[in-house]
């Protein structure tokens, strides 16, 4: 072989060697620049999955804030923390959400989490505030007050409030109001509460068939027992035991005492003191446990003074005034209402223009006469007396009228000034039996001593639309009550409770900010 041909042939094996490194090296980096851009495009993937689902929950958190501010069960100020998308999933989308009021607007910020991302969503509302102070179906007086399965509670597109300043509540019975309390708050059987509950007292859910749809918050520092369902968060100033039926807290708890869950599901996190005895026996908490060194108690409610209310004609302009005297029996007596055929109760009818009747001189004003007046009225009236009978008496509005006549029954209190119902010598209850204010009017029963119902005289189903504001409640008959606002002359009217009620109106803006942890 020629040397120079071999020469030439290993020069070539070298060259190819150098080209093949070349080519390897070439697609080596390649390799590594697309493993690099297929691990980047998965982590983008990733975080943009996670910013989604971050910002469905914030959706979702916005969502349930509004939803519950226009139902009427989310207080304002509120807050309401890691809330599970998908309570099925332990690895699910959360949310958390804060509402501040103010100024004629609301301010929701929700908060959606979900792995790496994090998204902040906030929106700002109309909203007018319900002054603390007055109420649907305010009672005084210290015994409690019970609404069993023939009392019967609405509202017209909202929830109705019930506020027993002095005292608690025994619910027995599907009541869609938010309830505000000076005492303890029982469900006995049956009990169903479609609003939030504050009491200063404590907590006694009997029964498994107990549900409270909104947030429970009680003040007390005894001891507390739910054995139903909370579909809201739950806030207790003491201990909580939860019973062993299966039921659930729909959202958080926060305790300041002991907790034992028995078999209880909280779908939202509990939060209880470090010092203080957990016992979680069979039951879960999906959203973990937080043991701080403190843990603060609920913000009592803002429990409302009585009304002090003494009749004065300047509180009543453009109203003329018609005064009974207790003598006789004839037109413009006592007897003339009180005696069959109770001829004074239907000539209410025909006025056409507002009227006080003022039946103070009368021992009390009845219409229990067996006569069973019925009035189709067609202004608005005041009927002042010491104490009255409205057995069997029915008021209606008359027809063809451009707006819903009132009717106030007053009781007044002789002694305004000591905050407090005073039911004086000679004064009685305003007593409802068989008696109807149809929906065409709005009525309120204004009195120191007690709102009592007999219920059923005649085989007339008692039903109120407007307000009760009493010195107490004694029941004992069916009632329909439907909330239809209405106060006196320096009252707060409508539902409040100081349950920091209101209506939400238009939506004002809404624009997604820095994220932020709800605190």
Known sequence: MNPSSRHGALGDRGSSLVSVLVIMLVLSIGGLALAAIVTNTTSMLADSRSTAQSRAAADAGLADAVTALRRGTLACPSTLKNVKVDTADASSPTYSYNVTCGAG??????????????????????????????????????????????????????????????????????????????????????????????????????????????????????????????????????????????????????????????????????????????KPQDGTVAG????????????????????????????????????????????????????????????????????????????????NNGSNPTLSIRTNLVILAKGMNLTTLTIKAAPGLSSKPKVWFVTEDLTPGD??????????????????????VTAMAYTPCKIDVGGGAGGIADAWNGAFYGGGWNYGGGLTFTADPIGLPGMTSGGSGGSGSGTLGALVSQRDIPPQVIP
């Open 419 to 440: 905050i407090k119902p005073t039911c004086a010598s000679g004064y009685g209850p305003i007593y409802i039996n068989g008696t109807v204010t149809a929906t065409s």
């Open 288 to 367: 973990g446990v937080s043991t701080p060194p403190t843990v603060p108690g609920p913000t009592p409610p803002t429990l409302p003074p009585w009304f002090e209310y003494k009749y004065k004609a300047s509180d009543w302009p453009g109203f003329s005034v018609v005064t009974l005297v207790n003598s006789g029996t004839g037109p413009g007596t006592c007897s003339y209402f009180n005696n069959s055929p109770g001829t004074g109760w239907t000539t209410l009818a025909a006025y056409t223009g507002a009227t006080v009747l003022d039946a103070r001189a009368c021992t009390t004003l009845s219409a």
């Open 105 to 278: 607007i609301a301010t929701i910020t929700a908060t959606g989490t979900a792995s790496s991302g994090m998204t902040t969503t906030q929106a700002i509302y109309r909203y007018t505030e319900t002054p603390a102070g007055a109420g649907d179906m305010v009672f005084f007086g210290t015994s409690d007050v019970t609404f069993t399965a023939e009392v019967k509670t609405a509202a017209s597109g909202r929830l109705l409030d019930i506020v027993v300043p002095q005292a608690g509540f025994v619910c027995q019975n599907l009541i869609p109001a938010n309830i505000t309390l000076g005492g303890d708050i029982d469900g006995n059987g049956g009990c169903t509460i479609k609003g939030n509950v504050r009491a200063t007292g404590i907590v006694n859910i009997c029964c498994g068939s107990d549900t409270f749809e909104g947030d429970l918050s009680t003040s007390g520092t005894g001891s507390g027992v739910i054995r139903g369902t909370v579909l809201g968060n739950v806030h207790a100033n003491g201990a909580l035991t939860f019973g062993w039926e299966g039921k659930r807290v729909g959202k958080s708890v926060t305790a300041n005492g002991n907790v034992s869950l028995g078999n209880v599901r909280i779908d939202g996190s509990l939060t209880m003191p470090s010092a203080k005895t957990y």
